[in-house]
């Protein structure tokens, strides 16, 4: 490694990859978490298993594939916190481009620590416990998938090279001899490449005053609309929606693996799912415009009332949730339907509990949950009181409304607002 | 006309920031003077409807700030010390808003952004603007409408020459079109010809005194010597 790539990817370590290794031990605690509550020798069977499949000679690539799934999504949680800045002041650096994308390749590789880890830990177990013959051209395959999974992920490369570690990752998962090396060779490849420099910046053309008039949208609440929309943006939402697909799962597996279950039981399980998948997701949601969104305290100064506001933070986070109503249906649409009910309550629950919420530990989820969780599995039990729930949504939003005037706009600004866009900090990092 | 009736404002519990018995500002221009600290921005905000008080009532044009809302806000117009813009819109988007808000022509928000020389870049978000473009900006929606109330906190910091007259015209334009115009500042001497009164804030809390009757050669010095006062008290 030359003297500019260590320095960099030590200045990576220290900065952006040291952040994202949190979620290393977040997806730790998941796991034991999940196995832990199996029950005894299933769970270990299932655990032998996935270990086999990873270092040992094994039929299916399932456990591989998992592994890289595994490492893309530590890998895409580095990408934005090693890439913040780069593209800044750190251009003014004596360093090419080759070099630059090494080490980032390098930070985003060793923020995927937990899968090295897990590596070693599968091999001692699987060659000392179990008694099993290794299989070196898959053991050798991971680490070449992690750089390769890196490598996929940077932002702004040629698509050869993308194409290249792309190909790399699908060779590794395959894992037999060759498969590895020809993933190595192409590694070794696309991180030789020389990258562009930054392409040349392309400045939009201003408007003309006409067609600035002419831009009016019907209501400037449609303005505000969009503008908290792009606070939030598709990528965090997508990441909330996978908050939900955990319940929504649930729903499906335990219907279809109990198909003598009575459809009473099956419309119950369908209601509680997507119950808890609506507020995970909106929780979820919430804490991220918490931490996307920085304080417009001389919004406030305008003609617009309080309730206009929650008003419209409500339909943000309210609306997406009809994806987990969605993925319910298929198991049994009428429930699904029902739980259509809840929604407008816990958009109008998460807007009031974003209000005051940089203060709190679990910001705005800890309330969500509180309430959102009783109040849908209560609906989900007995549907009658989807009636009370939509009856309750407009006194919400006045409490929404009431939190919104009461909150201090101007204190600690600095602290709700997270500057590395990490969603992970929410108020007291 | 803004009124303040038994207003008590604190960030934390148990320590009051701004405590105001009784206070009616009226149309002309108002200076807000103090030290460091004293409460001035705090003051603004709270005529602002940005921050809501702790107990009492703010009312501009009768209507209370938090009871009605949105008629309370109708004529009001704030430039805070730091400008705050969203990111997540243009400049052009942002002054729409306003002008949509306020009910007025969205051709009023472009003749705004041309006053402000800020035409060229209004397809660019606050990310894109330096400091003084930002500033620029929100005085840019200052006048969108007729703002019956202009909120003005230390209008002169990080403004180069041209828009310190700007800010000069705006504030002597809004003043004779009957509006109340509060500027909070340090930069005395460039306001003291047009002063109406002064409010001198000290460890938070207000002294109100009309100028009027001042003669308008000793007016500066009578302004340094309430800002003074109130420096040494604070």
């Known amino acids: 490694m030359t003297s500019p790539v260590r320095a960099l990817t030590r200045f990576h370590l220290r900065a952006g990859a040291r952040v994202a290794l949190r979620a290393n031990a977040a997806l730790l605690g998941t796991v034991t978490f999940i196995f832990g509550q199996a029950p005894a020798p299933d769970a270990l069977l299932t655990f032998e298993r996935f270990m086999i499949g990873i270092v040992s000679r094994s039929a299916t690539s399932g456990p591989r594939m998992l592994f890289a799934a595994i490492s893309t999504a530590l890998g895409a949680t580095a990408v934005p916190r090693v890439m913040l800045g780069t593209s800044g002041w750190m251009r003014s650096l004596p360093v090419d481009a080759r070099t630059r994308r090494r080490a980032a390749v390098a930070a985003i590789t060793a923020a995927q620590a937990i899968v090295a880890i897990a590596l070693v830990v599968f091999a001692i177990i699987v060659h000392v416990v179990l008694h099993d013959p290794l299989d070196w051209p898959r053991i050798i395959g991971v680490p070449v998938m992690m750089v390769a999974i890196a490598g996929t992920l940077l932002p702004r490369q040629p698509i050869l090279m993308r194409a290249l570690d792309a190909i790399a990752i699908a060779a590794a998962i395959r894992g037999t001899g060759w498969a590895v090396g020809v993933a190595l060779i192409l590694v070794l490849i696309s991180n030789s490449l020389q990258p562009p420099v930054a392409a040349p910046n392309v400045p939009k053309p201003a408007p003309t005053p006409t067609a600035l008039a002419a831009r009016r949208v019907r209501s400037p609440r449609a303005l505000w609309l969009r503008a908290t929309w792009r606070a939030i943006g598709m990528r965090r939402m997508v990441d909330a929606a996978l908050a939900a697909a955990i319940p929504c799962a649930f729903a499906y597996l335990i219907t279809r693996n109990n198909p003598q279950l009575p459809i009473a039981t099956v419309e119950r399980v369908a209601r509680i799912c997507c119950a808890i998948g609506l507020v995970f997701f909106a929780a979820t949601a919430t804490n991220a415009l918490l931490a996307s969104r920085p304080p417009w305290s001389w919004a406030r100064s305008l003609p617009w009332s309080a309730l206009d506001r929650v008003i419209i933070d409500a339909i943000v986070l309210g609306a997406p949730l009809i994806v987990v109503v969605a993925a319910v249906a298929p198991v049994h649409w009428p429930s699904a339907l029902l739980m259509l009910c809840v929604v407008p309550f816990v958009g109008a629950l998460c807007a009031g509990a974003l209000r005051g919420a940089a203060t709190k530990q679990f910001g705005a989820a800890g309330l969500c949950l509180v309430i959102g969780i009783p109040a849908g599995v209560a609906v989900a039990i007995w549907p009658m009181l989807a009636v009370l729930v939509l009856a309750c949504t407009p006194v919400l939003l006045r409490w929404a409304a009431a939190r919104e005037r009461d909150s201090r706009a101007t204190r600690f600004a600095e602290l709700r607002h997270s500057a590395a866009g990490d969603p992970m900090w929410i108020s007291r990092a | ?234």
Request: with cysteine; proline share 5%.
């Open chain 2, 1 to 234: 006309m803004i009124t303040f009736d038994d207003v008590r404002f604190s960030y934390v519990a148990d320590r009051a920031a701004l405590t105001i018995q009784r206070l009616t500002i009226d149309p002309g221009l108002t200076l807000v003077v103090g030290p460091n600290g004293a409460g001035k921005s705090t003051m603004l905000r709270l005529i602002a409807g940005v921050e809501r008080p702790t107990t009492g009532t703010v009312c501009i044009d009768g209507h209370d700030l938090w009871k009605e809302e949105v008629a309370a806000r109708r004529g009001l117009a704030y430039v805070p010390e730091h400008p705050e813009l969203t990111p997540y819109a243009t400049i052009g988007d942002t002054a729409l808003l306003v002008a949509g808000l306020r009910g007025v022509d969205p051709l009023e928000a472009v003749d705004a952004l041309h006053r402000a020389g800020l035409l060229p870049l209004a397809h660019r978000t606050v990310r894109e603007l330096s400091m003084g473009q930002r500033r620029r900006a929100l005085l840019a929606t200052a006048l969108i409408g007729d703002a019956r109330v202009l909120v003005l906190d230390e209008p002169l910091e990080t403004m180069d020459q041209e828009m310190r007259a700007f800010v000069h015209e705006l504030v002597r334009e809004r003043r004779a079109a009957g509006a109340a115009v509060l500027v909070a500042t340090h930069e005395i001497e460039p306001f003291a010809g047009d002063a109406d009164a002064v409010i001198a804030v000290r460890d938070g809390v207000v002294h109100h005194e009309s100028i009027g009757g001042v003669p308008a050669g000793d007016r500066l010095a009578h302004i340094i010597s309430l800002a003074r006062g109130a420096e040494a008290d604070g």
